[in-house]
């Protein structure tokens, strides 16, 4: 069933480029069954009562909050890297339940940031594919020192680092049946990764370098690998 992420005050109607999908790519027709979503959690099942030039009205047959978001918060403080691995990035992130997605400006980062508006769509068409109920956030591109200043919002930051040998990743995960969720925020370095100054003045405000094994990951693998993780992490213990 198609899935359609409306604003909650415009729900039955779908305007803009959905209502465009609806008639012109997917050629859908009155009577037939959707989904449409508010962003917060819940989910309208409707069916399609009118297709006009510019809008599509829905009936709403009832809604329903099912849980199917992580209860671990994660933000992912990506490094912009070369490319359009960017995309890439935002789009297994969101199916892997990342909460928000910071494009961020390191010493080594070369590349120049995409439109907003075109990562936000990536987010959106993700969410809506992964069966996800809400959107990641997609900030601002954001200078490496400025993300270190949002630390104290985060009960664990983490900076992956090739260099670290003894911690790992779920060496530092708490224990969530005792402590509750976590709300991480990790910071992903760029093609070449973290500079030594760059890993010192992160550890200097709170964050820990992790180890993700013996083998240096490339950046669009790394942010993919610890969500995983965290994600097997906090299932197994519930």
């Given at each position: 069933?198609?899935?359609?992420f409306v604003p909650q005050e415009q729900i039955p109607t779908i305007t803009g480029s959905?209502?465009?999908?609806?008639?012109?790519?997917?050629?859908?027709?009155?009577?037939?069954?959707?989904?449409?979503?508010?962003?917060?959690?819940?989910?309208?099942?409707?069916?399609?009562?009118?297709?006009?030039?510019?809008?599509?009205?829905?009936?709403?047959?009832?809604?329903?909050?099912?849980?199917?978001?992580?209860?671990?918060?994660?933000?992912?403080?990506?490094?912009?890297?070369?490319?359009?691995?960017?995309d890439l990035i935002i789009q297994k992130c969101t199916e892997l339940g990342v909460s928000?997605?910071?494009?961020?400006?390191?010493?080594?980062?070369?590349?120049?940031?995409?439109?907003?508006?075109?990562?936000?769509?990536?987010?959106?068409?993700?969410?809506?594919?992964?069966?996800?109920?809400?959107?990641?956030?997609?900030?601002?591109?954001?200078?490496?020192?400025?993300?270190?200043?949002?630390?104290?919002?985060?009960?664990?930051?983490?900076?992956?680092?090739?260099?670290?040998?003894?911690?790992?990743?779920?060496?530092?995960?708490?224990?969530?049946?005792?402590?509750?969720?976590?709300?991480?925020?990790?910071?992903?370095?760029?093609?070449?990764?973290?500079?030594?100054?760059?890993?010192?003045?992160?550890?200097?405000?709170?964050?820990?370098?992790?180890?993700?094994?013996?083998?240096?990951?490339?950046?669009?693998?790394?942010?993919?690998?610890?969500?995983?993780?965290?994600?097997?992490?906090?299932?197994?213990?519930?």
């Amino acid at each position: 069933m198609h899935r359609f992420f409306v604003p909650q005050e415009q729900i039955p109607t779908i305007t803009g480029s959905d209502a465009h999908q609806i008639k012109n790519v997917l050629r859908l027709k009155v009577g037939e069954k959707i989904e449409l979503l508010d962003g917060s959690g819940k989910v309208y099942f409707a069916t399609i009562e009118n297709i006009g030039k510019d809008k599509v009205v829905c009936n709403i047959i009832e809604h329903r909050t099912p849980n199917t978001e992580d209860r671990t918060q994660i933000t992912i403080a990506q490094c912009l890297p070369k490319a359009k691995k960017m995309d890439l990035i935002i789009q297994k992130c969101t199916e892997l339940g990342v909460s928000q997605i910071i494009p961020t400006l390191s010493e080594r980062s070369i590349a120049k940031a995409d439109k907003p508006e075109r990562w936000s769509r990536i987010a959106r068409e993700a969410a809506e594919q992964s069966g996800r109920l809400t959107i990641p956030i997609i900030a601002p591109l954001t200078k490496f020192e400025d993300v270190l200043k949002i630390k104290k919002d985060f009960s664990l930051a983490l900076i992956p680092w090739e260099l670290e040998k003894e911690k790992t990743l779920k060496s530092v995960l708490p224990d969530n049946r005792i402590s509750g969720y976590p709300v991480i925020l990790i910071l992903i370095g760029p093609e070449g990764g973290f500079s030594r100054v760059e890993v010192e003045h992160a550890k200097s405000t709170g964050f820990i370098p992790i180890s993700l094994g013996p083998r240096i990951l490339r950046t669009e693998t790394a942010s993919l690998s610890i969500l995983s993780i965290i994600n097997y992490e906090y299932e197994q213990r519930r």
